[in-house]
């Protein structure tokens, strides 16, 4: 993993660290090694667990003292009831899954209130890099080669805000990477899908029980 990159991932989990209430029940999903979890733990008090896929970062996050347990987002959280927790968090991975649609109906099912950040695949730098060199575009958030890249999802922020519509999904607020910074950026919102390098949102479920 590149310096970058790294400092991309503590910067979201900067963000979603100042969104969340102390003392509050949280679920990660595609908690990775748990850094996130921890964080939250340490500075918010938050309880909560995390699922990932990656029995290495399970492990990590065990030794961390988290609880992390494996399972498959594409199946579904079948196994937690109805708004269990007061978030549930989806970093940087609703790109990497096979059925994002079902993963974001459930957890806006079992929680009150979710938060999914992705990175924009319709920034500038982004389409300038496929237009005048005709390969797939790499930047400091997605540094992949077409071969080794976990992305099989490139979305955009208007994607994402379009889905969000046609799911009765509301945006309770939305946060943008614009020049190395994290904002709110009312003035530029018309413009975060040509600017952003990566969106953070925090959503309400109003019609999560839909089937497709």
Known sequence: MTLELNKLMQADRDIITSIIPEKSNVLDLGCG?????????KKKGVTGRGVDIDEENLITGIDRGLSVYMGDLDDGLSD???KM????????????????AKVMREMLRVGKYGIVG?????NWYLRLYLLFTGRLPKSKALPFEWHNTPNIHQLTVLDFKSFCKSENIQIINEYYLIFGKWGNYGFLKPFANLFAITGMFVLEGKNTNKEK
């Open 85 to 100: 927790y007061d978030y549930v968090i989806l970093n940087q991975t609703l790109q990497v899954i096979k059925k994002p």
């Open 118 to 122: 992705f990175p924009n695949f319709g």
């Open 33 to 41: 090694d748990g850094g996130l979890l921890a964080e939250l733990k």
């Open 80 to 82: 937690y009831p109805d």
